[in-house]
């Protein structure tokens, strides 16, 4: 799942690696306002792979799914997405019950501008730079089906609306995503943007794109904010890189008012909690004591791309050998599930490089990243940073 509201703080949620290779099902109906059973509803899990289609009474079933906090989505085509919040413990889940409301549209053919207007591919550029993102990744992911989008721009706020899921096809990962965009407002000074996606992987041509594949799908991931739960969860943060400082922000939360802060041990910033309370082992709470949680990834540097984008705030223009981002938490601590994800998609803000980060750079919960490959072969394979799309 992915939605950010972004000034200098961007509202993150992301799926993680799944750490069970079993798992149970999660089961339940997919009906419309009037109470009809829906035939053929796409249903999936948020930020996975994991999905089904209902059957000819409206029913679906899910299995494999670890135990977790996840986003149950049902969609239609002429039907508002449904979303609901939903806890996966030792045991089946559901029945579930979802309703889709009708948007009194047919298809997916209304648009209100024409994609070869100059005025929309503006407006479409905007969007698919702060939705796919500016990273290298974001350079080889293209949205198939953009003529499903229309914009409104009234003010200097930019708005966008799908009339059915977006296709996008990430080419540098290998994976093909569909995504129910719910919500996109920008500004100059804010973005807000919500919506859930489904991975697909696509298919190899050969053996070395597979492997161009692989290597790229790790290095999405490390130093990613899904590896730095998972990293927490298991008591290697540090070993795998991050280190941790405190860092005050202004009282809105968008001007940080301190660069250099106290160091944190990992081991300070993590609370077990008992499967009692959740229903299965290894969910815990992040906490950060009321401050801004400075994080540090050393193995990997930045990307020309990141002080190019168009929400980096520093004046410089070279880049670090490490990685710089702050995270937020929305209340004393966020819980975290045994996958990594936290269960209230905004209780961990990001800012700085973790917000530079997009759709492009997403892998779905299902990816686990090789123990076998030394960092020095990721770094040598490291394929050389072509800057991102330019602006």
Same mark, same amino acid.
């Given at each position: ?28 109906? +997919? ?24 059957? =000819? ?32 413990? &030792? ?5 579930? %019950? ?49 003529? +499903? ?10 708005? @966008? ?5 977006? +296709?996008?096809?990430?080419?540098? !990962? ?35 794109? $597979? ?8 290095? =999405? ?6 590896? #730095? #739960? ?6 290697? @943060? ?7 400082? @405190?860092?005050?922000? &202004? ?23 008992? &499967? ?11 906490? =950060? ?28 223009? $070279?880049?670090?050998? @490490? ?11 966020? !819980? ?28 779905? %919960? ?18 050389? &940073? ?6």
């Amino acid at each position: 799942m992915i939605r950010r509201s972004l000034s200098l703080l961007a509202v993150l949620a992301v799926a993680v690696p799944a750490a069970a290779q079993s798992g149970v099902a999660v089961t339940g109906t +997919v009906r419309d306002a009037a109470g009809e059973t829906l035939p053929g509803a796409n249903v999936y899990l948020s930020g996975t792979q994991r999905g089904a289609a209902t059957d =000819a009474a409206g029913r679906f079933r899910i299995d494999g799914v670890p135990p977790g906090a996840y986003r149950l989505v049902a969609s239609f085509i002429g039907y508002r997405t449904a979303v609901r919040d939903i806890r996966v413990g &030792s045991a089946d889940a559901g029945p579930f %019950a979802l309703t889709l409301e009708s948007t009194g549209v047919e298809g997916a053919t209304v648009t209100v501008e024409a994609e070869g207007d100059a005025r929309w591919r503006r407006r479409y550029e905007r969007f698919r730079r702060i939705l796919i993102g500016e990273s290298e990744n974001a350079a080889q992911t293209e949205i198939e089906n953009p003529w +499903v989008l229309d914009f409104r721009d009234r003010f200097g706020a930019l708005t @966008a609306t799908a009339s059915a899921p977006l +296709v996008i096809v990430n080419r540098a !990962l290998g994976y093909r995503l569909h995504y129910d965009l719910t919500a996109f407002e920008a500004t100059d000074t804010r973005i807000r943007y919500d919506g859930e996606e489904r991975f697909e992987e696509l298919a190899p041509a050969d053996a070395a794109e $597979a492997a161009r594949w692989a290597t790229a799908r790790t290095l =999405a991931y490390r130093g990613s904010l899904r590896h #730095l #739960l998972q990293a927490l969860r298991d008591g290697r @943060a540090e070993a795998d890189g991050f280190a941790f400082t @405190a860092r005050r922000l &202004s009282a809105d939360r968008q001007t940080l008012l301190e660069y250099v802060g106290r160091p944190i041990a990992e081991a300070d910033l993590v609370a077990r909690v008992d &499967s009692s309370e959740t229903g299965a082992p290894g969910w815990y709470r992040l906490r =950060a004591d009321g401050v801004a949680l400075g994080v540090t990834y050393a193995r990997e540097p930045e990307v020309p791309a990141y002080l190019r984008s168009e929400w980096f705030r520093e004046g410089r223009s $070279a880049t670090r050998d @490490a990685q710089d981002s702050i995270l937020v938490l929305s209340g004393p601590t966020a !819980l975290v599930d045994p996958r990594g994800d936290p269960e209230d998609p905004f209780a961990i803000s990001v800012m700085q490089y973790l917000a530079f980060e997009r759709l492009a750079d997403l892998v779905p %919960a299902e990816f686990v990243p090789p123990t076998t490959t030394p960092q020095s072969e990721i770094q040598r394979r490291r394929p050389p &940073s072509r800057g991102g799309r330019q602006r």
